[in-house]
């Protein structure tokens, strides 16, 4: 299995900045993607962090408010920017070597944040 | 992904199986079925995943039709540790995209 870490595990920020969160997966993984989990809901999608390329965003997300960054193989960055109340959420990254091929992803304890 | 469906929520007393069905008859030939759960406020955890046999883990069981358009969840026996939403996904083409899942609630 692999351990997925999150960086910061919550966080409070003023409306019109931006945060930056971190995943570290202690292994090499193929695939990580980032999630967000509104509250009382599943989670939705965001995109699949690509290494060395753009990542790839479901319908709703676009790079300029959600940069993802991906140096290497385990590690990616999400970016929240421009805040608003709206984005108040809880974020996850998952990491896992490919779902059709009999392996499983894990996914890291989220980042709370909560934009006032 | 194939789309499944879940029933919302279930309730099981604690010390019996738990049994969570899962309907996903879109689903291809080269599909895993994945389980995942959601303790409240933490990420989620996998459990298990098949791809056409019966699977047991040391977590849980999970039985598949041999059509393979349904499979079910089992934990032998339940626990109030148990209590969380549990998620079943068959992604495709290498992504995971969760459903509502059904929230299970362990009662003493």
């Known amino acids: 299995s692999a351990v997925i870490s999150q960086k910061p595990s919550r966080d409070i920020c003023q409306r019109g900045t931006s945060l930056t969160i971190q995943c570290q997966v202690d292994?090499?993984?193929?695939?990580m993607f980032w999630y967000r989990q509104q509250p009382g809901q599943s989670l939705t999608l965001i995109a699949t962090?690509?290494?060395?390329?753009?990542?790839?965003?479901e319908s709703g997300f676009v790079i300029d408010k959600f940069p993802i960054s991906r140096p290497n193989l385990t590690f990616s960055t999400l970016t929240v920017s421009n805040m608003s109340p709206e984005d108040s959420s809880i974020y996850l990254c998952?990491?896992?070597?490919?779902?059709?091929?009999?392996?499983?992803?894990?996914f890291g304890q989220g980042t709370r944040l909560t934009v006032v | 992904d194939a789309k499944t469906t879940q029933p919302p929520s279930m309730d099981c007393a604690e010390g019996r199986a738990a049994n969570l069905p899962c309907n996903h008859s879109?689903?291809?030939?080269?599909?895993?079925v994945y389980w995942y759960r959601q303790i409240h406020s933490q990420g989620p955890q996998y459990i298990i995943h098949?791809?056409?046999n019966n699977e047991t883990n040391e977590m849980a069981s999970l039985i598949i039709t041999e059509d393979r358009k349904s499979s079910t969840l089992i934990l032998p026996h339940a626990t109030l540790r148990d209590t969380a939403v549990y998620y079943c996904?068959?992604?495709?083409?290498?992504?995971?995209?969760f459903g509502a899942g059904t929230r299970l609630t362990v009662k003493p």
């Open positions: 879109t689903i291809s030939g080269n599909e895993y």
């Open positions: 998952s990491g896992g070597r490919g779902w059709g091929m009999n392996t499983e992803a894990f």
């Open positions: 098949g791809l056409k």
């Open positions: 292994s090499q993984v193929t695939m």
């Open positions: 996904i068959a992604p495709h083409n290498n992504d995971m995209r």
């Open positions: 962090a690509n290494q060395g390329s753009e990542a790839t965003y």
